[in-house]
């Protein structure tokens, strides 16, 4: 792996055998290394970060899934993010789709999430309207946190008590039947999670950025082309007026480029 933004000290010294600003160390990346890279910045409100990975011309999915766009060192950062998190946001439909099950707890991350005051592992939060989930799946029954579930106030009490039978926490986040995005930021900041990561889908990446919640998209551009008809990483209306994000690092291996944007009106202080 290669960092080719932004230019360090390193990357400028090793720029005179290679090509000017990057890294031309190619080596495989320690866990630390990307967790120093991927950490979050010290903020007091809840910082919302997504993760995504998109081919080339655009597509978020093959045959339904993400895994077939993604690659070993994707995955790698898929569970440094993990690791980072307090939880993990999510919208039905990509957990019936992609088979989620809970966030493990892993040694490598242990002293880092202690340090940080944190649990063992993230929590998953599901936003779902209809609560039309199968909450005997290990996600809701065996997670090492308690899984939560973002629903409106208008939801449908018999599902409101099977999910809490399960042993998930509801939480109302919306007056009608669905989910606020800036009314679910707050609640999970209410619950004391304020580093958050969202994993998708598409249509839930939409939400966020409508309601201007999204504070920072972790993108990795997969070196494929699938054509057909697959998602954007983000679905739904178009916003009135694009939002710029600034970028924060770009990592590359193997063709796959691993970039960072963030909100220039957010402040990280």
Not at 176 to 200: F, K, N
Not at 242 to 268: K, V
Request: charged fraction near 20%; glycine fraction near 8%; include cysteine.
């Amino acid at each position: 792996m290669r960092r080719l933004f932004p230019v360090t000290y390193e990357t400028a010294a090793q720029a005179s055998v290679g090509a000017p600003g990057t890294d031309v160390t190619e080596r495989e990346w320690e866990l630390g290394e990307l967790a120093e890279a991927y950490a979050y910045p010290e903020v007091r409100e809840p910082w919302l970060r997504a993760n995504m990975v998109s081919t080339l011309d655009g597509a978020a999915q093959h045959d339904g899934r993400s895994q077939p766009i993604s690659s070993a060192t994707d995955m790698r950062i898929f569970g440094v993010l993990r690791a980072l998190a307090d939880v993990v946001v999510v919208g039905a439909e990509t957990v019936r789709q992609e088979q989620y099950r809970p966030a493990r707890a892993r040694e490598a991350f242990a002293a880092l999430r202690k340090a940080a005051g944190q649990g063992p592992a993230p929590a998953i939060a599901v936003v779902t309207a209809s609560l039309d989930l199968d909450f005997s799946l290990p996600l809701f029954t065996s997670p090492l946190v308690p899984t939560l579930v973002l629903t409106g106030a208008a939801a449908t009490p018999d599902r409101i008590a099977q999910a809490e039978r399960s042993g998930a926490q509801v939480v109302i986040a919306g007056d009608g039947m669905g989910v606020d995005p800036a009314r679910a930021v707050r609640a999970l900041g209410d619950l004391g999670h304020t580093r958050l990561l969202t994993e998708g889908g598409p249509r839930l990446l939409g939400q966020w950025i409508a309601a201007g919640v999204l504070d920072e998209l972790c993108l990795t551009l997969a070196p494929m082309l699938t054509a057909g008809d697959a998602q954007r990483i983000a679905g739904g209306p178009p916003i009135p007026v694009p939002r710029r994000f600034e970028l924060a690092s770009l990592l590359e291996e193997a063709g796959f480029l691993y970039s960072r944007y963030r909100r220039p009106d957010r402040s990280t202080e």
